[in-house]
């Protein structure tokens, strides 16, 4: 049996595996510094489809038959899928989910979401329900920009504050035994909002979340920021993770030797994506390529994971409402 | 330790127990057959609000709050909060969830996410790893038109064979311990696709997933259509009700004697919502009123609770896609 540690964290009794991993990117993601750690880079935006919405449904759908197929298993072996994603009603996810025919229950976190996912996998196999699961997340720059902003031909400039929406999908197993790392604490975040309203500026409006749960983990778990080999964050990029830093300095919590985040990791700064990477599939495809590869080669050892979600619509944006967010952890340690 | 039975279905060790429930509705459902059941009816479908959004979001909160203070508990004694809805990137959870500052798990799972909260919710427990949770959903009619049809104000005519979108909030706190009825088995469905493409029919387009799910749910737990007082499918309303029940006879199981629908029973005929009711706080709301009150009873011992989603968007529709749908199902006894 697992146990609550604290007020928001949780224990696994028998720590569940991570045991393979696959990533999937858009070009932009293959030129940048991490283009050796994914398993398959797109020629284009659309690769083949007719929609942009169907390239990404396409690409989550690839990341998860990629996984099964690394750790050589078939759907039939996996006891359940969870999923999400950035698009109204989560229908990347949805289809993505019709195709694979594996049991599904469906996540919404905005960019938490892959974590969210990790984080109940762990519980539904620690809980003695599952022996596979795999969590999976993902997100494509034309879907994003069409859904949330402004049609891409129209050429609208961005502030140089705002991040750019990762083309990528990632997938992780997650089992009940195996040799990878293993998950063994997670942090349930809350809902958090200072008041920030600007929807070009999601790291500064998450990275009070991102704090929160923090230090919500160090202490539910008795641990300190000196534990981990790393904290990655996903996705403040670089306004939000400066913002994270000064409000946990002035809580008492020095993160800049240990904390790197997701949406720098994945581009290059000539890269022209102005504060860097966003969307559910960053932190996935970075967790699922690079943070597994230096897991398994022991270059760390110890990584606290935090997804960071804003919880926004257009709808709320529009009806004057600030930008709620939440922060889900899961400590990855070998 | 729970456990995996059949291919989707868990058992679990210590069954969790309902030991409160919460709903609120809005004026056409206080109207309705079921009116007695609810905890408030709201005046109008603002409620003092400036917009629906607004609304829905305040009931989904009260409700939970209400669901706290009739199990006299606090904000800080519920371990996590489970919540979803319709309206695009959830914002109705997420603002209720910021309210209330409970852990949050966002989940999607159209009207079949009060179920999915409830099954995970189970799970958490079962697992040890928390002792109190709620799982919430919340719908309004005004909301979703907006969102996924017509604006209202347009008066276009609804075919005969359209469903209702139920304005409501329902909220259930599932415990370790009590003396309500208890959650013993579950079963995750998949996403069931038969090619439905008519925005209009939801019923219909579900009842191939309600379907599935039920004839897994009887295979993995080796119970029979009988062992089950009740069957409560939410909601597939009049016409998706006589599908699932001929495709279920086809099969050799006949659920004539057994079978309600939450659409069905939350309006009268003579309320002109043609084929019935629909949206996630429809089976919310029959759940925490009627069903919950008529387990206390003793009328019903044994119920099948089946949640059923309809996975599409304004955008896959679109886009030509057909309507994937999902149903997961609890059984929750005396």
């Known amino acids: 049996m697992g146990v609550k540690v604290g007020r928001q964290s949780l224990q696994f009794a028998s720590p569940p595996v991570i045991n393979s991993a696959a990533a999937i990117v858009?070009?932009?993601?293959?030129?940048?510094?991490?283009a050796k750690t994914f398993d398959k880079v797109l020629p284009d935006s659309y690769d083949g489809?007719?929609?942009w919405e169907k390239t990404e449904r396409k690409i989550l759908t690839e990341s998860v038959q990629l996984v099964l197929q690394k750790a050589n298993l078939g759907a039939a072996n996996i006891d359940f899928f969870f999923a999400g994603d950035l698009l109204n009603q989560t229908i990347t996810a949805n289809f993505a989910a019709r195709q694979l025919g594996i049991p599904f229950l469906g996540l919404y976190g905005a960019c938490s979401t892959i974590v969210e996912g990790l984080l109940i996998g762990g519980i539904v196999i620690d809980g003695g329900f599952a022996t596979n699961v795999v969590s999976a997340a993902s997100s494509h720059y034309g879907t994003a920009e069409r859904q949330y902003r402004f049609p891409t031909e129209q050429g609208v400039q961005r502030p140089l504050y705002a991040q750019w929406t990762v083309t990528g999908a990632g997938a992780l197993l997650v089992s009940k035994e195996g040799t990878g790392p293993k998950i063994t604490f997670a942090t349930v975040g809350k809902v958090v909002d200072l008041g920030q309203k600007d929807v070009t500026n999601m790291g500064s409006a998450m990275a009070p979340a991102v704090v929160d749960t923090l230090i919500q983990h160090l202490q539910d778990t008795g641990r300190v920021v000196d534990y981990y080999d790393l904290i990655v964050t996903g996705d403040l990029a670089q306004v939000g993770k400066k913002?994270?830093?000064?409000?946990a300095q002035q809580k008492g919590?020095?993160?800049r030797a240990k904390h790197t985040d997701c949406g720098l990791l994945i581009y290059d700064a000539v890269q022209d994506t102005h504060a860097g990477g966003s969307g559910c599939g960053c932190v996935a495809v970075v967790m699922a390529g690079y943070l597994m590869q230096e897991m398994q080669s022991g270059k760390y050892n110890r990584i606290l994971l935090i997804g960071t979600g804003a919880l926004l619509s257009p709808t709320s944006v529009q009806q004057g409402d600030s930008i709620p967010a939440i922060a889900h952890a899961i400590s990855i340690e070998n």
């Not at 858009?26 to 991490?34: H, M, Y």
């Not at 913002?243 to 409000?247: I, K, P, S």
Request: glycine share 16%; charged share 30%.
């Open 253 to 255: 919590y020095d993160l």
């Open 49 to 51: 489809e007719e929609t």
């Open 26 to 34: 858009g070009p932009k993601e293959g030129n940048g510094p991490l």
């Open 243 to 247: 913002v994270a830093q000064e409000m």
